[in-house]
């Protein structure tokens, strides 16, 4: 493409939530404890989980892979949130925003397919008790999350091989705390047409048809419940889901409202992406934790061991 007397620019400017360095470092003090205790939080999840021969079913093992993902969501771009709140240069170079842009793809494309496939354990566990240890083999375990985290980088690698092939001119504000693939469109002087299509057929994939494999999996769960007799029984059941279903709610709702909103770097979006990006990683173990008496039970096992070990 013909660009003319524009020139290609390298690097892009974050705006960032603030410009008012005495807010920027309420903001700092603010994410920096969320980040910390996100990190606390799915690590221990994942010890627990580990750590604890109780909790070495499929249910947990899906979720010590949602914990290592939530992980991995919240260092892809609440480390870059600090920076541009502590530094004066809130740039950041084209390479280093689409290898941002590819890393919340994988995790957040990853998480979605995830976050069936513990559906689909719940509709085994509830609807089929009897065979649920023959159906969710170890091997099939181990199948569907290779298979979750390997559509999360298929979906990661299209999208930005596209992107790379964009040329950048003009305009480089992004009004945003960190890079997403939308936020890029509008400063390519390249036609966008391609990647869009990409980007809409992604979103239909790890969006909607995950959405729908989840809503397609608790129609018979729910119908399983409510012919529960005993309300012990029924109300055990659906204590299992209901963390799953919180998970669920939080990720889809916040992500859906993120993207089908056009980029305008107003206030409500910034806050459905720090709901997305921020908030969904720190508050996943502690919905799991909190609900679950299981993993609160090996929480205590496992800090008593380990105190134990060190004393």
Not at 19 to 47: E, K, R
Not at 162 to 176: E, S
Request: charged residues 10%; neutral net charge; aromatic residues 12%.
């Amino acid at each position: 493409m013909d660009l003319g007397n524009h020139s290609i620019i390298l690097e892009f400017l974050l705006l960032g939530l603030s410009d008012d360095p005495h807010v920027q470092a309420l903001f700092f003090v603010l994410f920096l404890g969320i980040y910390i205790m996100t990190l606390m939080g799915n690590l221990l999840m994942l010890l627990v989980v580990r750590a604890d021969s109780q909790l070495h079913t499929p249910m947990y093992f899906f979720l010590s892979h949602l914990s290592f993902l939530d992980f991995c969501f919240s260092s892809t771009t609440v480390p870059r949130l600090l920076e541009n709140l502590l530094s004066e240069r809130k740039t950041i170079s084209v390479t280093g925003c689409l290898a941002q842009v590819f890393f919340v793809f994988e995790s957040g494309g990853t998480e979605a397919c995830l976050l069936s496939v513990m559906a689909y354990d719940r509709y085994v566990a509830i609807c089929h008790p009897l065979l649920y240890g023959q159906m969710m083999s170890n091997q099939l375990c181990n199948r569907l999350v290779w298979v979750s985290w390997g559509l999360g980088f298929t979906d990661a690698f299209i999208n930005i091989l596209l992107a790379m092939k964009l040329d950048f001119c003009g305009d480089k504000t992004i009004p945003h705390y960190c890079c997403d693939l939308p936020s890029l469109f509008p400063l390519s002087c390249s036609d966008v047409s391609t990647n869009f299509i990409a980007l809409l057929c992604s979103s239909m994939l790890h969006g909607i048809g995950t959405c729908f494999l989840i809503f397609y999996s608790y129609i018979p769960i729910v119908s399983t419940i409510l012919s529960i007799s005993s309300t012990t029984g029924r109300s055990k059941a659906f204590s299992t889901c209901s963390s799953h279903l919180i998970v669920v709610l939080l990720f889809y709702g916040s992500a859906f409202l993120r993207y089908l909103m056009p980029v305008s770097g107003s206030p409500l979006e910034l806050i459905f992406s720090i709901q997305y990006s921020v908030l969904t990683p720190l508050m996943n173990p502690f919905i799991y934790s909190l609900k679950n008496n299981e993993v609160k039970a090996a929480v205590r096992r496992t800090l008593r061991k380990y105190l134990q070990y060190i004393g």
